[in-house]
């Protein structure tokens, strides 16, 4: 099993930022992508951003410009550096994560997830 610890979310101001960081562990497990996706209330959870482990992301339209992913491949830690934060991006943020076990599984996890709370 592929563990994800999620850390960093919070109350925050409209237009002022935050930091995401979701730290995965386990063993004998490589990653391939990691990402984020968020849930408000009454909503479906949805795609926010993810990145490959060579570097290559995608993002929401609606977070294009503000929020920068990252990742750092030794550490098997993802980031999510969100800046310009509006009230619409209030949610639980969830961490994922899709790769290889033990050479042969393929596997999926998903964090716990972290509130961010955006106030107007």
């Known amino acids: 099993q592929v563990h994800l610890v999620e850390s960093g979310g919070g109350l925050v101001q409209a237009g002022g930022s935050l930091r995401l960081s979701c730290a995965a562990s386990g063993s004998s497990f490589r990653v391939n992508v990691m990402g984020w996706y968020r849930q408000a209330p009454g909503s479906q959870r949805e795609l926010v951003a993810t990145?490959?482990?060579?570097?290559?992301?995608n993002y929401a339209d609606s977070v294009k410009g503000r929020f920068t992913i990252s990742r750092d491949n030794a550490k098997n830690t993802v980031y999510l550096q969100m800046n310009s934060l509006k009230s619409e991006d209030t949610a639980v943020y969830y961490c994922?994560?899709?790769?290889?076990?033990?050479?042969?599984?393929?596997?999926?996890?998903w964090g716990q997830g972290t509130q961010v709370t955006v106030s107007s």
């Open positions: 994922n994560a899709k790769g290889v076990r033990n050479y042969v599984s393929n596997f999926q996890s």
């Open positions: 990145i490959t482990s060579d570097g290559n992301t």
